[in-house]
């Protein structure tokens, strides 16, 4: 360009003026240039007919604007490109997912709506690095670990089986039947069903797909053939076109009706607005918690607003209810909008691709999928839903709300926790258990609007029935434990019998029914009987059969209804003992040298007692010894004559006697039953005893028992099979046989006839009882033991043994009641206590006495001796007589010139007589003096009798 010259060009300073100006408007134009954002593309993949799609096309959009309001300086912007999958088609929504990718190059694709598709489009972004944001897909066949690049911003249905499986417990129901959508979103959840509720106790005795495209005719033809069966317990699993169909027809048919139980799983709950509000009155359901935040409820209302902007035809009730897959969607659009913030750079670049091409082996692979991948899964913050974070690819969401439909809509009856259980609120308290208690759930209204809760199951129209195997013929004698009676008019056979009546009684507690009937099996062993249960011959076999380890091996046994053991039978003989030493069976050994030495004990307390102040007790020591021994002895027949002149030897003597009574007494009843009672034992204690003494044993034919025997070192040709009670008792009356070897209940009702001259030996051998027999792994094993210990623990039990054993299983005892067994010291314990205690507490009574009057002498003899003359001179001193006890008062002369009746004379033998008399003559006072003095120091002892002085 060139400036203009002359008189009229711009002055230079202008002239640079204008360009800076310019430079400055290209620098400021460059820089807006460089700074705008990057646009990264997202495909969104929905069904535009479905509840999940039409929810996706109004929630994505929101979602996007709100995170750009919040966040207005972001370096990249996300945006929408949608794509439509009609009628959830795979084939449509491949060629969607392979268009964006190939031709719009996009960075993401949220969706698409079900399980299948997504499965397959999960494929495609795996080879493509492109992920693939599932909105609403909830099926476990398809996952982040099988693909890499697929995210499930949704549940995954396995974590409603325990919720499912917890709800079935509360309520009791045991049998339960899945009704399921015949595809992958359907069959997917069923294995983890099965394995929840095998772990609350409940089964699924059969389940029912239905197809997608399933005609109403079909549909009727089905659920014809389920009411018709027994479980009244239905699951629905399925989208909510097969749903609406279902429930309308069930409706229709009377299956909503009090007696049944429906329960939508979490799919279907969380669309309740879009099914029809009749047929879903009364059931169950489960669907995810969120809480209800001030946020949550402000988008609530405007996201009404949009959804009746986008379909102005929508029912209100649908478009004023926010269901899980609004929040999934939102808080999916706001994860990869977050995510890509967080990734450095991002282009739309495509490795080894062909711009344009359909053909799927030439898509090529993202540069930056991977980034974006792991900023999808490393996103975290606070959704709609409360904290949004990945788990292993998906979200961790376990807690849901167990609603109760009515008026068509959910009213909220509890909560579920994989760690608590069941409970009434959330959240739960720290400390709670876990918990299946139907206590921890609300109030129900059934379908019927009924308020009682259905039992799940009635019994069916048709079917085919239990065909439980009965052995026969039963022989004479255990008729009572089980019969066949066929009628040859109706040629209808008949089951009695204390096992039958236990099996039916144990049916009846069964919380479904169970249809059977009796099959008579002639001629066969109970073990090949079990092989049979075992290999499908017959579904059960009632019978008297005892659990072992061998039958256990080919067949599932109940828990025992009678108890049952190894016992031998024998007969007893009379052992009235004609022993010349038969006198000293009363008492035992301890008891006999107990006695003896509190005999000796006491006469020795009472010598000692009576030995200073009783001259019946005094003399030379031999005599003594005899007084002594005589004395404790008479008192065994109260016949001692010996005056005894002590308190305290009186009150020895008067709790002696009193326990001398005692075992007299006893003594003499034990003799006496000993003597003249019958006593009955039986001929061998043990069945070594048996098995040593080489003669015959007899067993039930047919019977566990002879193996038992022949184990146990019985020879085969000892062994004899029998049949009845009654061949029992010829063969061993005739001593063809010396014992008989069966289990207990068998030998019991023997006894009841036969009671006089045989018993029953337990032998140490204990069997499983008796119990009925199933196939391996049948659940009726599991319901049946229940009804069992609900009949043992009762009295229904007792009342059916009464009802065909009588009042008593068991023989009267054959040893008489009041024979008496010998006596031992444990049942005399008190008494020698007692007797023990009395006798030494006198005896320091006495001891202390003693050392009171005999102080000062005592003191003087320790003081001037040794330990060993000192311990001799007061056993000396002791051994004296006591002249001041009144017995020897009396008995002194009462002349004052008698010199041995004063207190204080010595006698002259004693060692402490020291030279204080003359030899003959008596004392003057002044003589007497110094000896008075003497014999208060020693005590004032003497003897009574007077001593010689020369002079009277």
């Known amino acids: 360009m060139r400036l203009p010259t002359g008189p009229n060009s711009l002055p230079r300073h202008t002239i640079f003026h204008y360009l800076l100006i310019v430079s400055l408007l290209l620098i400021k134009l460059s820089n807006l240039t460089s700074s705008q954002p ?128 917890a709800l079935v417990k509360a309520f009791g129901w045991r049998r339960v039947v899945p009704i399921y959508q015949d595809d992958d979103y359907g069959s997917s959840l069923i294995p983890y069903l099965v394995d929840a509720l095998d ?85 169950l359901g489960l669907t995810q918690y969120y809480p209800m935040t001030e946020k949550l409820r402000k988008f609530k209302t405007r996201w009404t607003r949009h959804f009746l902007k986008d379909y102005p035809k929508a029912d209100p009730e649908v478009a004023q209810t926010l269901s899980r897959y609004a929040i999934w969607a939102y808080d999916a659009v706001w994860a990869v909008a977050n995510a890509s913030e967080h990734v450095k750079q991002i282009d739309n670049k495509f490795a080894n691709s062909t711009n344009g091409s359909t053909d799927l082996s030439s898509m090529g692979a993202s540069t930056t999928g991977d980034d974006i991948l792991q900023a999808i899964l490393n996103t975290t913050f606070n959704g709609l839903g409360g904290e949004f974070k990945f788990v292993n690819g998906e979200l961790d969401l376990s807690v849901f709300y167990i609603v109760n439909v009515n ?125 049979m249960i075992g290999n499908g011959t017959y579904d059960a076999a009632v019978s008297d059969m005892t659990i072992t380890n061998n039958r256990s091996k080919d067949a599932d046994f109940t828990l ?31 008891l ?36 002594t021994f005589y004395f404790a002895f008479s008192t065994l027949v109260f016949s001692h004559r010996e005056t005894i002149v002590s308190n305290l030897s009186r009150f020895v003597i008067i709790i002696w006697v009193f326990v001398v009574l005692i075992l007299q007494a006893s003594y003499t009843a034990s003799l ?9 034992s039986p001929t061998f204690a043990d069945i070594h005893e048996l098995l040593i003494s080489g003669k015959n044993i007899g067993y039930l034919e047919d019977s566990f028992t002879k193996d038992f025997l022949k184990r146990t070192g019985f020879v085969e040709n000892r062994l004899l099979p029998f049949k009845s009670p009654d061949s029992y008792e010829e063969a061993l009356s005739n001593h063809t046989i010396a014992a008989v070897v069966d289990e207990a209940p068998y030998l019991q009702v023997f006894l009841n006839k036969y009671c006089d001259n045989y018993t029953m030996v337990n ?27 609900n009949i043992t623990e009762g009295d229904e039990s007792t009342r059916i043994m009464q ?99 004063s207190p204080y004379n010595f006698q002259p033998d004693t060692p402490m007589s020291i030279s204080n008399h003359s030899g003959g003559g008596l004392f003057s006072s002044e003589q007497m003096s110094p000896i008075t003095d003497e014999a208060e120091m020693h005590g004032n002892y003497s003897t009574n009798e007077t001593p010689n002085h020369g002079s009277a």
């Open 560 to 590: 025992p209804y009678m108890a049952s053991s190894l016992s031998m039978l024998v007969p007893v003989r009379n052992e009235r003992s004609k022993n010349a030493w038969i006198f000293l069976k009363p008492l035992k050994a301890d």
């Open 38 to 165: 990057m646009n990264v593309k997202v495909g969104l993949i929905f069904d535009p007919a479905s509840p999940s799609g039409m929810i996706a096309k109004t929630t994505a959009p929101m979602a996007l604007d709100d995170f750009y309001t919040a966040n207005p300086n972001s370096a990249n912007r996300m945006s929408l490109l949608t794509r439509t999958s009609p009628g959830s088609d795979i084939v449509t929504s491949a060629s969607a997912a392979l268009e964006l990718i190939s031709q719009e190059e996009v960075h993401a694709i949220l969706g698409p709506g079900t399980s299948p598709e997504s499965a397959f489009v999960a494929e495609m972004g795996t080879k493509a690095k492109v992920p693939i944001i599932s909105i609403s897909s909830t099926s476990p066949s398809v996952s982040h670990s099988h693909s890499p690049f697929f995210v499930r911003a949704a549940a995954n249905d396995t974590a409603q089986a325990s919720a499912i499986a």
């Open 407 to 531: 008026g068509g809509k959910g009213r909220t009856i509890g909560y579920y926790t994989p760690k608590y259980g069941l409970s009434k609120k959330f959240p739960v308290e720290s400390n709670a258990s876990y918990s299946t208690s139907r206590d921890d759930l609300g109030p129900v209204i059934w379908p019927g609007e009924s308020t009682v809760q259905p039992k799940g199951w009635v019994l069916p129209t048709i079917g085919r029935k239990l065909r439980i195997a009965v052995p026969g013929p039963v022989q004479e004698g255990f008729k009572m434990f089980l019969d066949m009676e066929t009628d040859n008019t109706t040629n209808q056979t008949t089951a009695t019998g204390f096992v039958i009546d236990m099996f039916e009684a144990a049916v009846e507690k069964l919380p479904y029914a169970l249809p059977f009937e009796y099959i008579q099996v002639l001629h066969v062993k109970y073990d090949d009987l079990v092989k």
């Open 592 to 627: 006999w040298l107990g006695s003896f030495a509190f005999f000796v004990f006491t006469g020795a307390v009472i010598w000692c007692l009576e030995h200073r102040i009783n001259d019946e007790f005094r003399g030379p020591p031999s005599n003594q010894l005899g007084t």
């Open 763 to 789: 032998l140490p051998n204990k069997t499983g009882g008796f119990g009925f027999v199933f196939p391996r792994g049948s659940l009726l094993v599991t319901d049946l033991s229940r009804g069992i210990l």
């Open 672 to 680: 006496t039953s000993t003597l003249t009672v019958q006593r009955l």
């Open 199 to 283: 772990n609350a106790d409940a089964q699924m005795p059969y389940r029912q797909s239905i197809p997608l495209l399933a005609n109403e005719d079909e549909i009727e033809t089905i659920l014809a053939t389920l009411q018709n069966e027994q479980t009244r317990v239905f699951i629905v699993h399925m989208r909510v076109a097969l749903a609406t169909k279902i429930l309308a027809l069930a409706r229709n048919m009377g299956m909503m009706s009090s007696g049944y139980v429906w329960i939508l799983t979490d799919g279907l709950t969380s669309l309740l607005s879009w099914l029809p509000e009749e047929s879903v009155e009364g059931v």
């Open 803 to 901: 009802k065909w054993f009588g009042e008593s299983l068991t023989c009267p005892p054959q040893d008489n009641p009041f024979s008496s067994q010998s006596l031992d010291i444990v049942s005399f314990w008190g008494l020698f206590l007692i007797t023990g205690a009395t006798s030494l507490l006198c005896c320091l009574i006495q001891l202390a006495l003693f050392l009171k009057e005999n102080r000062h002498h005592i003191r003087n003899i320790t003081s001037i001796s040794s330990f060993r003359t000192s311990l001799r001179s007061m056993a000396r001193l002791y051994d004296e007589k006591d002249l001041s006890s009144h017995t020897f008062r009396k008995s002194q002369p009462s002349s004052p010139y008698n010199f041995g009746s």
